[in-house]
């Protein structure tokens, strides 16, 4: 095999992949409306009491402790989660509730947006790409309203549009078994360390609009990061960089003591 064999293999692979998500997509949000919840599997139910604990936690505000304490054993839990392709609850379009600015890290007001450039970095066999806007829009437009969850205490209802992830890593896919993937605003203002399984996650958008309108610069124009199975710290605004690696990248909020997976 030469290295565009497989690089070829590996983008197949995905692209089965997430044909398969999509799949459940449908068979998942079909249970969702009938049940509330979502069991999906065995293991789902042998997690779920620690899941609902998680939960019930964080509902109290602030931190929530057992996640600062348990990082491994969330990770695990999440994990198993994804494994049974566990999906975020998605809402009708009369529960779209006003979207709220939080955390202006990295953003600059008087950044123009008509500069911006994504930067892939680590894709197998390639030298790093430079994408537009418009590159990222050729992708397939999907659309979702989902809760947004800040673990300040708050949670809003909000409509993405956006490009899936996984269809971008389809197309600049990162060497086969990469573990993470970091993405950074301009000059590192902010960051976040995510693992391949959210990012492989069909719910997962690099998202340009916000409540069907584009995003505005306290939103992360002209593209974010809109991941309903993590808490809002992960959804990082305005990213300039992708990034694949093996080591579990850094963390802006996982930095100050929050934690690192931050799953919900
Ligand atoms: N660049 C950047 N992205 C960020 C933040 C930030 O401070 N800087 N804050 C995060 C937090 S804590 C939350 S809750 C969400 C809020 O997104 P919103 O302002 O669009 O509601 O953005 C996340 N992404
Ligand atoms: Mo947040």
Redesign the pocket.
């Known amino acids: 095999m030469t290295d565009d064999d497989i690089i070829i293999a590996h983008a197949d692979a995905l692209r089965k992949a997430i044909a398969e998500n999509d799949v459940n997509v449908d068979r998942e949000v079909r249970r969702l409306s009938r049940r509330g919840f979502i069991v999906a599997g065995a293991a789902a139910v042998a997690a779920y009491g620690g899941w609902k604990f998680l939960r019930l936690a964080s509902r109290e505000g602030d931190v929530p402790w057992p996640l600062r304490r348990g990082l491994e054993t969330n990770e695990k839990l999440s994990e198993t989660y994804f494994r049974t392709a566990r999906l975020s609850r998605t809402f009708p379009a009369s529960a779209i509730t006003n979207?709220?600015?939080?955390?202006?890290?990295?953003?600059q007001p008087n950044y123009d947006p008509a500069n911006w450039r994504l930067r892939v970095e680590g894709i197998a066999g390639q030298p790093p790409a430079t994408l537009t806007l418009s590159d990222v829009k050729s992708f397939p437009r999907r659309d979702m309203t989902t809760e947004?969850r800040?673990?300040?205490g708050w949670s809003?209802v909000v409509h993405w549009t956006g490009t899936r992830l996984a269809d971008l890593m389809a197309k600049f896919s990162p060497p086969s078994g990469t573990r993470y993937v970091a993405m950074e605003?301009p000059g590192r203002?902010?960051y976040v360390g995510l693992d391949m399984l959210s990012c492989l996650h069909p719910q997962t958008l690099l998202a340009y609009e916000?409540n069907g309108a584009p995003l505005t610069w306290?939103?992360?124009a002209p593209l974010?990061l809109a991941m309903p199975v993590k808490?809002?710290?992960?959804?990082?605004?305005?990213i300039e960089t992708i990034r694949y690696t093996d080591v579990r990248p850094a963390d802006?909020?996982g930095d100050r003591g929050y934690d690192w997976y931050a799953g919900h």
């Open positions: 979207a709220r600015i939080n955390g202006g890290v990295g953003l947004l800040c673990i300040e809003i605003s203002g902010y916000l306290q939103h992360g974010r808490y809002g710290y992960k959804q990082i605004k305005r802006f909020w």
